[in-house]
């Protein structure tokens, strides 16, 4: 009997921080003209991808060039928004603004400078992927990019759209 109340114990305390853990955190960002903003206010009834990414990391701007490339095509089969997160430092910001505008990012860009964001979504590599569905809750997630993997990002947003 003790040994199933310490399994039930342990099963409900995952359970808990599983369900903490699928909530997107409201820390702040910086938004493309350098005023914090929370980041619940990324949330507004659409599904989105949440994209971290760096100015040193390749694989990062080619799935970010990838989405923007496919972005309008996607929306007529899917409302949904992108938002990419730069982890770059204060050091690397200004970098990591004129290379999101350079490239001609149609999505949302904020700036984790001081990685408040990252820490509290536990992102150790770049790239690292979220849905994000339209409240808030953290639906999907994957590490790394290999060129058309950018599909199966589509393919979780149909299913929020098919719920």
Known sequence: MKKNSIIM??????????ADAQSLPNVKVENADGKQIEVASLVDGKPFILSFWGVTCKPCITELNALNEVMDEWRKEVDFNIVAVSVDDSRFTSRARSM???????????????????RALNVSLTPQTFIVDGKGKIVYSHTGYT???ENELLDKLKELKAE
């Open 100 to 118: 999101a505008k350079g490239f001609g990012w149609q999505f949302t860009c904020v700036f984790d400078k001081n990685q408040d964001l990252k």
């Open 9 to 18: 114990g342990i099963f409900l305390v995952f359970s808990t921080l599983m």
């Open 147 to 149: 060129p058309g993997s």
